[in-house]
């Protein structure tokens, strides 16, 4: 049984590239909690820039404040259940390092723990003017979407601030395989079933003092694995359900590249196949980099080129799998163009996935 230090405050900030804000807020966080017994807990994700360092310098003789540096299994999500593993207060509590959220509307979810597990700081999507319209729209579609698959209505289930008891971080929670970009998710789906009191504080969400948003086509796509990993109940991972879900449309690519090649170029069957399956292939490769290991994304030119050949290299026996297989079921078994290249691009996309998630994509 987890033990914990009884009305103890562990917060958790997740940092990426934030050394123009995370200074100034961990400042207001002592200086709003500083009669309560807390620890800050700063997880950064591989910052580029001063963040860590800035946090060293001007916290070195605060033992409340500690710093968890991240080098391999990158992400949002896994971050965040890293720190949580890694606390001993009765309650915890989760908030962005970019400065929107305010350590005095800390003090709001803190006190209503007294009588709720879970506290949520909500915006109010329809008055907030920190919040670019692009943004509102996403999120007002992914608070619709989650009403349905976690069974409680909320204003805000997107938001990254709130706070809960230690009892809600359960082994189901610790063990959901989802890629996603938010946690809080994760935390309402391992405890949907189990009654527990949900409060919502509406809090002030105020602009990014420097840096960027973070949100982007690659969250968008995050979300929606992450989701369609809930209608399993988390026994698929999002990962894969994102490799599916560009395999198909690679799928679709394959198809038209053999089309094309058999009915515009007059190539032979086994020569358009071939094509279409290198060609579909680099096309997943580049989806799938952006995309889907975008944790482990590959963004330097040369490096991308490297890992794309190699990943042309290891999956020779899956290229080679895929035009033998069709061109078997082609010349011997049933003379359906559809039928045998489909036959051969299930076999070369079971062994791509291996490949991908052992030697492409490996967690830095």
């Not at 989802?178 to 079933?193: M, R, V």
């Not at 071939?274 to 292939?281: E, R």
């Not at 794309?308 to 290299?313: A, D, P, V």
Request: proline letters at 1%.
């Amino acid at each position: 049984m987890r033990k914990y230090l009884k009305n103890k405050i562990s917060i958790i900030i997740p940092t990426f590239n934030e050394a123009e804000n995370i200074v100034k807020l961990i400042e207001q966080i002592i200086l709003e909690i500083e009669h309560k017994n807390f620890e800050i807990f700063v997880v950064d994700d591989g910052s580029s820039d001063q963040t860590v360092q800035n946090i060293f310098s001007n916290f070195e003789n605060e033992q409340r404040v500690k710093v968890i540096q991240r080098e391999h299994d990158k992400g949002l999500l896994q971050s965040i259940k890293f720190a949580l593993q890694s606390i001993n207060g009765e309650f915890f509590l989760v908030m962005d390092g970019d400065g929107q959220h305010s350590a005095k509307d800390m003090i709001k979810l803190i006190n209503n723990l007294k009588d709720n597990d879970l506290v949520i700081g909500s915006r109010d999507l329809n008055k907030t003017k920190s919040i670019n319209p692009v943004r509102i729209f996403f999120s007002k579609i992914f608070n619709f979407i989650l009403k349905f698959i976690l069974s409680v209505k909320l204003r805000d289930p997107l938001t990254g601030f709130f706070a809960g008891r230690i009892n809600l971080l359960n082994r189901k929670f610790f063990l959901l395989n989802t890629s996603g970009f938010k946690i809080l998710l994760d935390l309402l789906f391992c405890n949907k079933n189990q009654n527990i009191k949900i409060s919502e504080e509406i809090i002030d969400f105020k602009e990014r003092i420097a840096g960027s948003s973070k949100l982007n086509l690659q969250i968008v796509f995050s979300f929606f694995t992450q989701v369609l990993s809930y209608f399993t109940n988390g026994l698929i991972s999002s990962k894969f359900i994102g490799f599916v879900m560009i395999g198909s449309i690679g799928l679709i690519v394959h198809f038209a590249i053999l089309f094309n090649c058999l009915n515009l170029l007059n190539f032979s069957f086994i020569l358009s196949h071939a094509m279409a399956t290198i060609l579909s292939a680099s096309f997943n490769f580049v989806l799938n980099n952006y995309l889907n290991f975008v944790n482990n994304e590959i963004t330097e030119p040369k490096l991308f080129i490297k890992s794309l050949f190699k990943y042309y290299l290891v999956n020779i026996p899956g290229i080679l799998l895929s035009i033998s297989g069709a061109s078997f079921v082609y010349d011997l078994i049933l003379k359906n163009v559809f039928i045998a290249s489909l036959s051969g691009a299930i076999l070369d996309a079971v062994f791509k996935y291996a490949i991908s998630t052992t030697w492409i994509w490996r967690s830095k």
